[in-house]
């Protein structure tokens, strides 16, 4: 028994050794060194505060702001710790409750606005935790922030396209707007 107990133990401790601890550090050295920005988890800051992170969506909900897609996460939107989708089906009820509930607000916030409300404002995505909005989504939104805020349309839509980024190698997805950096930019403009 003990023969056979030894090398079991002896291969336990090696290979937690290895997998525990030389690979994990290994990864994370390598990705600190390779993506620095990315593997500090892409964090913003202004004036030396950090306000959030590149990477996942933030709640805003002031009418100056924009608003990114809903977050199905719970106890609160968009929490990390919790990443996941609502796993409603087009067919679900509550989904569709849901969505027709967030249409009413996002017209009772812009009554005057007559576009057709963009999906993505409307619906979660798979993590829950979506930074990017489509452009149509921040071109809907354009109208209500510039009263908000009491500019000009234009210089909005300009923020929008100035924060643009295309489609990921010029095919996959579609053009997309950070909803932080539009933020920050609305800030510092006026």
Not at 22 to 35: C, D, E, N, V
Not at 92 to 120: F, H, M
Request: charged share 15%; glycine share 8%.
């Amino acid at each position: 028994m003990k023969s056979t107990l030894r090398p079991a133990l002896v291969l336990f401790a090696v290979l937690t050794l290895i997998c525990g601890v030389i690979y994990p550090y290994a990864i994370t050295g390598i990705g600190k060194l390779a993506f620095s920005e990315q593997a500090e988890g892409s964090l913003v800051s202004r004036n030396g505060q950090i306000v959030g992170s590149s990477l996942i969506g933030q709640a805003f909900s002031s009418p100056q702001y924009f608003w990114g897609r809903p977050s199905a996460t719970s106890p609160m939107p968009n929490n990390a710790a919790a990443s996941s989708g609502s796993n409603q089906g087009p067919l679900n009820l509550a989904l569709i409750d849901s969505v027709k509930g967030r249409i009413a607000a996002l017209k009772a916030a812009d009554p005057a606005n007559t576009l057709p409300v963009p999906v993505d404002l409307v619906t979660a995505s798979a993590s829950g935790l979506d930074p990017e909005i489509s452009l149509a989504a921040a071109k809907y939104q354009a109208a209500r922030i510039a009263l908000a805020r009491k500019m000009q349309l234009e210089e909005v839509q300009s923020i929008i396209d100035r924060h643009s980024k295309a489609q990921y190698f010029g095919f996959f997805g579609e053009p997309r707007v950070n909803v932080l950096a539009l933020n920050l930019a609305l800030d510092q403009h006026h």
